[in-house]
């Protein structure tokens, strides 16, 4: 594995010795300067004494929860935009839904392949190191790997191919294009993609994601399902 291209300070919150350990040795091994927090009290202290680059967060912690931490950094404005990943065996889907929309970055389930996490951390990092984009209202050109998109002209290719979006097709595009690699859960999507919330609005995401898959033809694969949960966008699925 390659050392990363920007070093950061990562603070690991996990009880579980072995597994802080394996996580420790990944990271350290990619040039990441790591922090223990084998607790929740110490996960409080480490970002008390300095904000981190990234929080890797299990949820059961011996004292306390993981998602009310979570909560806490994303209430607090010093960590607000801390990137959080969290790494948990409970990997059912209404849990994996709680933690995106309490604000985790993304969310990896126990037991997980070393690769897929440290690539996971690595988007996070790159993620936060470029200013996030207000996707349709930014006047920047966004692209993603076959897509290209210009917001200000409302025009948009699908691998050099010209692509007609509706606004609302386009507005769902520009913010996975914007935003790319990330789940987002189905409410995620309509009030910070489509700027409206609701139940029924919800469920219209899924045909707004059929039409647009229909509509980028090979590229529509890009837009993956994430089952139970939202949708991301990838670069080759
Ligand atoms: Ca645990």
Not at 114 to 139: D, I, K, Q, S
Not at 202 to 211: F, G, K, P, V
Not at 218 to 236: E, I, K, M, N, Q
Request: glycine share 6%.
């Amino acid at each position: 594995m390659e050392r990363a291209e920007n070093p950061a300070t990562i603070v690991v919150v996990e009880d579980e010795a072995d597994m802080a350990r394996l996580l420790q040795f990944n990271l350290q091994s990619l040039g990441h300067r790591v922090h223990l927090a084998p607790t929740a009290a110490d996960a409080v202290r480490l970002v008390a004494d300095g904000v981190p680059d990234l929080v890797l967060l299990d949820l059961r912690l011996p004292d306390g929860f993981g998602m009310d931490l979570l909560r806490d950094f994303r209430a607090a404005p010093r960590t607000a935009a801390t990137p959080v990943i969290v790494v948990s065996a409970l990997g059912d889907e209404p849990t994996v839904v709680q933690a995106l929309e309490c604000g985790a970055d993304d969310v990896v389930i126990k037991p997980f392949r070393t690769r897929e996490l440290l690539a996971r951390v690595a988007t996070a990092l790159r993620r936060h190191a470029t200013p996030p984009e207000a996707a349709a209202g930014a006047a920047t050109p966004l692209a993603f790997g076959p897509l290209r998109m210009a917001p200000d002209t409302r025009e948009a290719s699908a691998a050099g191919a010209p692509v007609e979006l509706t606004r609302t097709e386009f507005d769902l595009l520009a913010f996975f294009v914007a935003n790319p690699e990330r789940v987002f859960t189905r409410r995620q999507l309509c009030e910070q993609a489509l700027g409206s919330a609701g139940a029924i609005l919800e469920r219209t995401i899924d045909a707004h994601i059929r039409t647009l898959r229909r509509k980028l033809g090979p590229a529509g694969h890009c837009l993956v399902t994430v089952w139970g949960v939202g949708y991301r966008l990838v670069d080759s699925p």
